[in-house]
């Protein structure tokens, strides 16, 4: 079965603070890595796609990477507005699992 | 463009009644989707579709009933509400051209049970 963990559960950190946010995940034929954002009453919002292990998406501060068996979300001198929860993803049958996500908090 | 819309956004019920939630895209995807989100446990598939006419159930069906009549739209029903459905209902949709691309999601139902 498809599992997808996630850590830290939330994370504080200061304006400029770096850091990284993990995914674990458990999939037999892994078909795709996906970060998402989610923002308090909203959907989520697409951030990356990863397919293979060695792969690795650049965005603004976020920079994500994939191994074999995980995937990190980086955060590079974050700001406030990056404030979110974030989400990840994988499909590997048909149909897509997610973890339970990471709440982000970036104080001033 | 629109992308996914979900109708209502808000909703109270007493349980062992019924409703409908809408979701329409406008993206032409084959592939529509009915999430329910709880604090804690992530995104749970209740039911999808792979294409117009088509449904099937995902990890936590029981309670639910899905139709897609239409290409673009894609329903979820309760049939008896029951206090354990009060979530917040998300719709998404994909394309499987070229490989799984990213699901585009709607902003929601948010469903109380009383």
């Known amino acids: 079965e498809d599992q997808v963990t996630q850590s830290p559960e939330a994370l504080r950190l200061q304006e400029g603070e770096s850091s990284s946010l993990n995914c674990s995940y458990t999939v037999s034929g892994l078909r795709g890595l996906f970060w998402y954002r989610q923002d308090p009453g909203k959907g989520p919002e697409f951030l990356f796609t990863?397919?293979?292990a060695g792969e690795e998406k650049e965005k603004e501060r976020l920079k994500a990477t994939l191994t074999k068996k995980e995937s990190f979300l980086h955060i590079t001198a974050p700001k406030p507005e990056d404030s979110a929860t974030y989400l990840c993803?994988?499909?590997?049958?048909?149909?897509?699992?997610f973890g339970p996500g990471t709440r982000l908090s970036v104080l001033p | 463009n629109a992308g996914v819309t979900q109708t209502p956004k808000f909703r109270v019920l007493k349980t062992g009644q019924s409703m409908t939630l809408l979701c329409a895209q406008d993206m032409n995807h084959e592939y529509m989707y009915w999430y329910r989100q709880d604090p804690g446990m992530g995104l749970r598939l209740i039911h999808y579709?792979?294409?117009?006419?088509?449904?099937a159930k995902g990890e936590v069906p029981d309670g639910y009933n899905v139709s897609r009549l239409k290409k673009q739209n894609f329903l979820l029903g309760l049939e008896s509400a029951a206090p354990s459905q009060t979530s917040v209902y998300f719709c998404?949709?994909?394309?499987?051209?070229?490989?799984?691309?990213?699901?585009?999601f709607g902003d929601g139902t948010r469903l109380s049970i009383l």
């Open positions: 998404a949709s994909t394309s499987v051209e070229e490989g799984y691309q990213p699901q585009h």
């Open positions: 993803a994988v499909i590997g049958g048909q149909n897509f699992v």
């Open positions: 990863l397919y293979s």
């Open positions: 579709s792979v294409g117009e006419g088509t449904t």
